[in-house]
């Protein structure tokens, strides 16, 4: 099975403006409609990752979306890592500034 070049653009573009869940459950679906073999074809074709989809198809079986670790990721504030390094550093800071006024 071959999709059309307007079938293809028409999925890319439509998955490029979703976010988050809603461009899963979009791929699921699509690939859901193509039937068997879909998940290939999509890889293929359209260049979507069979992790996602599976994530997607997961999604619509159980209807409750999965939540990404988006938010855990990247650098931690200092403040997490070094708890007391506002208090000490101030503190230092307004002890020399009542020992010099």
């Not at 159980?62 to 403040?79: L, Q």
């Not at 503190?91 to 010099?100: A, V």
Request: aromatic share 6%; no cysteine.
């Amino acid at each position: 099975m071959k999709l059309t070049e307007h079938a293809k653009s028409l999925y890319i573009e439509t998955a490029k403006k979703l976010k988050g869940t809603d461009r899963r459950q979009f791929m699921a679906s699509v690939v859901k409609d193509l039937g068997i073999g879909g998940q290939t074809l999509v890889e293929q074709e359209l260049g979507w990752n069979r992790r996602t989809i599976r994530k997607g198809m997961k999604e619509l079986k159980s209807g409750e979306p999965i939540v990404d670790g988006f938010n855990r990721s990247g650098r931690k504030r200092i403040e997490t890592k070094l708890p007391n390094l506002l208090k000490q550093y101030f503190g230092q800071f307004l002890s020399r500034e009542s020992t010099i006024g």
